[in-house]
């Protein structure tokens, strides 16, 4: 797919179709756990092909389970039949030898299973996009080395955390272009640990190397969507757009009105009612009044497309899933 006129065409576009992070509900619809999804290829594929079927999203998007590439690296995962995936313990230190620390291949672990899904999926979802899904630098190595030491790392020992970081980023790079080869037509890589970083620190930490993905992989028939879910996103603006990506998605914390105009005109910007106190948490009622809010804020920029603030969480009603879409139609309807 010319993913170039994609995003211009979206941008063009009066009526936007909504963009969720809307995968892993498919368990409900095919009455099989989470565990049982993520160990088979074929189940994910199913799962996507199902979700493309039941709602007239703008893309299809893969998981969002960040656990796997830390799982490829060598960390312990907990997983359970309802919910995500999670990284137990750490594999990295502050008396790691990052040299010690070996890249695995792509095929490692779980990773294998990913980039299959997406190679059987991609024949038959023809309508929309497929985007595959990967987790960013700085969020894998902060699963490597565990999310408060490698903040405090960041300030006591940042030549190990860059040393890290190039290796997280390898395997990301050549993990993406796997997906790029099985036939995606774009990877969300999400990264929301940088939203946890103080500003001045993005730059150097996340976006740097967010920008060695992008070069790796994105050009007009794929391309890049950057996802960050943390409340320092407004402060950072300028080094998040940074990262070249061809689209822009952001979590709840972050206030969409505020960041719309500090993101690329010609990019696309994502987001964001709440995946978990709505989506999965919430009533149809309490979601149409949020997406109908977040509408009214944010409708205003042609580069704006409604979505999750993150992945939508395995076991969120269905009805609250359709309350989402409606709303975007009724707002649209109402003009």
């Not at 960041?259 to 919430?282: C, F, H, K, S, T």
């Amino acid at each position: 797919m010319d993913m170039e006129k994609w995003v211009a065409d979206v941008i063009a576009a009066e009526r936007k179709k909504p963009l969720p992070v809307l995968s892993f509900p498919a368990v409900q619809l095919m009455g099989i756990t989470v565990a049982e999804l993520i160990g088979d290829s074929k189940k994910q594929a199913e799962a996507m092909r199902l979700v493309a079927e039941r709602t007239d999203a703008a893309a299809s998007v893969s998981f969002m389970d960040l656990s796997v590439e830390a799982e490829a690296f060598g960390s312990e995962v907990r997983v359970s039949d309802d919910e995500v995936p999670t990284v137990v313990g750490s594999v990295v230190d502050e008396d790691s030898d990052p040299e010690d620390l070996e890249v695995p291949e792509v095929g490692a672990g779980r990773t294998g299973l990913y980039v299959e899904a997406i190679r059987e999926v991609a024949p038959l979802i023809q309508d929309r996009p497929v985007l595959a899904g990967c987790i960013g630098p700085f969020s894998l190595a902060g699963r490597l080395m565990d999310v408060s030491e490698a903040m405090v790392l960041c300030y006591e020992d940042p030549e190990l955390v860059h040393a890290v970081l190039a290796k997280c980023t390898a395997f990301i790079a050549a993990y993406a272009k796997a997906f790029k080869d099985a036939g995606a037509d774009g990877v969300v890589v999400a990264e929301p640990l940088a939203g946890l970083l103080p500003p001045a620190l993005v730059q150097g930490f996340s976006t740097d190397y967010v920008r060695r993905v992008v070069g790796a992989v994105q050009d007009a028939s794929f391309a890049v969507v950057y996802h960050n879910c943390g409340p320092s996103v407004v402060a950072a603006a300028e080094a998040v757009a940074a990262t070249g990506a061809a689209a822009f998605h952001f979590g709840n914390a972050v206030g969409m009105a505020e960041v719309l105009p500090l993101m690329p005109e010609g990019a696309l910007v994502m987001g964001n009612v709440d995946p978990a106190g709505q989506i999965r948490n919430g009533t149809p009622e309490s979601v149409r009044e949020a997406t109908l809010a977040l509408m009214e804020a944010c409708s205003g920029y042609p580069n704006f497309v409604p979505s999750t603030g993150c992945d939508v969480p395995p076991m969120s009603p269905w009805e609250n899933v359709d309350a989402f879409f409606a709303a975007v139609e009724e707002f649209y309807d109402r003009k």
